[in-house]
């Protein structure tokens, strides 16, 4: 008898043991998981730097959805749930995201850190190398239209983002600093190699400008290399459509200097680009913001740095690069 109770004794101990292990690994988990921070962006090229800075001590989501044209969209309560729940929530800035500061005022901020990744960034208005922009200034809503957000374009600026980035994921979990610091400095290295690739590559083009079939978006890219840059919708939004002067003037441009391309945005519908490429016999080539990607770019790896090549390939065909 003294030996049955005996295992049973055991038994009893190896079972509580075995409950005891498998309680702190479960805690374990729960541990690592509270770890990860919590991070939220608006635009793709925001999620692929924080995804680079934030490596395996981060979880990233991007706000805005597959596909979608990011200057008319507007968070629906679901989102701003998320971003409610995040420890970091990442934007470029007002003009990009113009809904972000009065939403930011609105929640509970106990333990969100909101970066406005643009900070510090010189901005550009749209007149400064469109054709046929009078400057002048009719309010604050015409003003908003009148300046270019996308300065992740310029890949100098890109750098100042993944600064500010970086930064902003030390303050909130000081103890990654060494891990964050050295993401970004991968993140800027990768960044000032393209620069350089964009420089080489468009410094021997025959055509001088890039003549764009959307919003005003390219500025940054074609003051930072030495190029003209005449986009048909006249602000950085599409809110204001192309006059029938407007386009009648740059198909004349187009005819005159003998460009062979116009770019277009494959995010955006393509029928401007498609009437202008029609009018003019030129062909259309593809230049992407990248401030979105498609569903199919995104679930197939797409990075900004490839995206940025793409756009590369076709400048270099466009321009007639030599």
């Known amino acids: 008898m003294s030996g049955v109770r005996n295992k049973i004794l055991c038994l009893c101990v190896l079972l509580t043991f075995l409950f005891a292990v498998s ?5 374990a988990k729960v541990e690592v ?12 090229p925001l ?47 007002p003009f990009m995201e113009p809904w972000a500061d009065s939403l930011l005022e609105g929640i509970g901020r106990s333990k969100l850190i909101a970066i406005n990744a643009g900070a510090g960034v010189k901005l550009m208005k749209t007149g400064e190398l469109n054709a046929g922009e009078d400057g002048h200034r009719h309010g604050k809503k015409e003003e908003a239209g009148k300046i270019d957000p996308h300065i992740w374009l310029d890949f100098s600026n890109a750098v100042k983002m993944a600064d500010n980035i970086s930064a902003g994921f030390i303050a909130k979990d000081p103890e990654g600093e060494n891990i964050y610091a050295a993401n970004a ?3 800027k290295e990768r960044l000032r190699r393209m620069d350089e690739k964009y420089r080489t590559s468009l410094s021997g083009c025959r055509v001088r400008v890039i003549v ?8 940054y890219l074609a003051k930072r290399y030495g190029l003209g840059y005449v986009s048909v919708y006249p602000g950085a939004t599409l809110d204001q459509e192309p006059t029938p002067r407007r386009m ?8 005159r200097q ?25 062909g259309r080539l593809s230049l992407k913001t990248a ?5 199919g770019e995104l679930e197939t790896g797409a990075t900004f740095l490839s995206l940025m090549e793409r756009n590369l390939e076709n400048l270099r065909v466009g321009l007639q690069c030599q």
Do not use: M
Not at 63 to 87: Q, T, Y
Not at 212 to 219: L, M, N, Q, V
Not at 291 to 295: A, G, I, W
């Open 23 to 27: 309680a702190c690994q479960k805690d």
């Open 33 to 44: 998981g509270r770890k990860k921070l919590v991070v939220v962006t608006t635009l793709f």
């Open 47 to 93: 999620y692929d730097f924080a995804r680079t800075i934030g490596g395996e001590r981060a979880e990233v989501s991007l706000l805005l959805p597959p596909g979608v044209e990011p200057h008319h969209f507007e968070p629906r309560p679901s989102d701003v749930a998320k971003i409610e729940n995040a420890d970091l929530f990442i934007y470029t800035g």
């Open 185 to 187: 400095e991968v993140c």
């Open 212 to 219: 764009h079939a959307g919003h005003f978006a390219f500025g």
């Open 248 to 255: 009648i003037d740059i198909a004349e441009r187009i005819r």
């Open 258 to 282: 003998g460009i062979r391309y116009i770019f277009y945005d494959d995010i955006i519908s393509p029928k401007v680009a498609e009437v202008l490429s029609r009018e003019t016999g030129t």
């Open 291 to 295: 401030h979105n990607v498609s569903k």
